[in-house]
């Protein structure tokens, strides 16, 4: 972790059960050559106690904001500009209240408002709290202020309950504060993407799929990685190698594949959806292999969910691009698919002729969101994929001006 060797970490422990996690970050941070400056809250040392942190850090841990011993030899405004990043992790529910509101009402919150460093949070909180519209709403202002927000992961929580509002682990907490000095752009931006077909059985043995190769989504899973996003991939069967830093996870049918990405959503910013989700699937799939006994048989098929609409339509949904093949009036089409599924960004191919799409190499896009247009000429698909991160991404940065701080 070369990034953070002589770098200096504000780390701002906020009062959640995950609070002994920041004790492993500490002395992650410390052994790779990070300088790590604790602070924090009062409800934070109920959990995990100041000598702990002490230890592992080396320098006195800072509590309050009254302390004239230590505001003698660093005050807090001295502080506030020492560090090279300020995370707070865990960051509660209240503490992220407390910051979006821009209240100074302890020493790490009033740290992080008089600071011009970048800020990092990593919530951690009960999956009810998490996905309150309050605490939506404090991420979704912080976020336009250019805090960026690690995490939080999904899974069994301390309170026995099951969802999003795990802290994430230390060791992936080490990797994103390494990611952002090394300086990718989209350091902590998390990014997930749908790629190849799905398979809709029909029994045991057979299936519904179609020809997508999945070589268009993986080439932008490695293009939003090299940028340093924190990628997601659910993916359909396909015969390609994870790209480098990739999280990728296999599914066989839509109802799979929907499940794995509303599981991934938590803390998402960009949704590509770049999968050919069957439409439809078998109505029933039969337990024991289908005899060849009658001379006609009709295969009965029921919708699958629309998973890029599904995501377009959460409460407060990432930043959304979807694809569309067309055969003709390419742009026109694409448009209405685009408004019909409310998704910010569309990319079209033409499918009929000589210009690529399925199966091919090469691809050519035309790329449509609310006023304006761009067409990306005939390309392979890994210089086609970097050129359309690069529009998302500006895009993106539009929607939210200060997303990134630095
Ligand atoms: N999509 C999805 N879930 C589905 C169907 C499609 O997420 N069940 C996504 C695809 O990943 C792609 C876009 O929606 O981003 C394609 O939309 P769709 O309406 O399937 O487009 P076409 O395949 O072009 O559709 P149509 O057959 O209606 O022309």
């Not at 090394?182 to 057979?206: F, K, N, Q, S, Y």
Request: charged fraction near 20%; aromatic fraction near 6%; charge should be negative.
């Amino acid at each position: 972790m070369a990034g953070v060797r002589g770098k200096k970490v504000l780390l701002g422990i906020t009062g959640g059960v995950a609070a002994y996690k920041s004790a492993v970050l500490t002395r992650l941070l410390v052994k790779s050559g990070a300088e790590v400056q604790v602070v924090m809250t009062a409800a934070a040392a109920e959990f995990i106690t100041p000598t702990t942190l002490q230890a592992l850090s080396g320098r006195l841990v800072r509590q309050s904001l009254f302390d004239p011993a230590h505001e003698a030899a660093m005050g807090h405004i001295e502080l506030a500009r020492w560090a090279d990043l300020i995370l707070v992790a865990p960051a509660t529910a209240d503490f992220l209240a407390r910051m979006a509101a821009g209240m100074a009402d302890d020493l790490l919150a009033t740290l992080c408002l008089a600071t011009s460093v970048p800020i990092a949070v990593a919530p951690a909180m009960n999956q009810g709290m998490w996905s309150n519209p309050a605490t939506e709403d404090n991420l979704r202002r912080l976020a336009t202020r250019g805090v960026l927000v690690w995490g939080p992961d999904s899974g069994l929580q301390a309170c026995g309950e099951q969802g999003p509002g795990r802290l994430l682990e230390p060791e992936r907490l080490h990797q994103l504060v390494n990611d952002f000095f090394v300086g990718g752009d989209l350091a902590g931006v998390r990014v997930v993407l749908t790629a190849g077909p799905t398979r809709e059985p029909i029994d045991p043995v057979r299936y519904l799929t179609n020809r997508s190769s999945g070589k268009m989504g993986f080439a932008l899973a490695a293009a939003f990685a090299n940028r340093g996003a924190d990628v997601v991939l659910v993916t359909g069967p396909v015969a390609l190698a994870t790209p480098n830093g990739v999280e990728r996870v296999d599914v066989e049918t839509a109802r799979e594949m929907d499940e794995a990405v509303m599981g991934a959503l938590a803390g998402c910013s960009i949704f590509v959806g770049c999968a050919a989700v069957a439409d439809y699937r078998p109505a029933v799939a039969a337990g024991q292999k289908i005899k060849k006994l009658e001379e006609h048989r009709t295969l009965e098929l029921v919708r699958n969910p629309d998973i890029l609409a599904r995501v377009a339509a959460q409460p407060s949904p990432p930043f959304t691009v979807g694809f569309a093949a067309e055969t003709q009036s390419v742009a026109e089409y694409a448009e209405q698919k685009r408004r019909a599924k409310g998704v910010d960004i569309i990319a079209a191919n033409l499918v009929a002729g000589e210009e690529g799409g399925f199966e091919r190499d090469q691809n050519a896009l035309t790329v449509l969101w609310e006023g304006g247009m761009r067409e990306l000429p005939l390309a392979d698909k890994g210089q086609l994929a970097r050129e359309l991160v690069t529009l998302i991404v500006n895009e993106y940065g539009k929607r939210y001006p200060t997303e990134d701080p630095r």
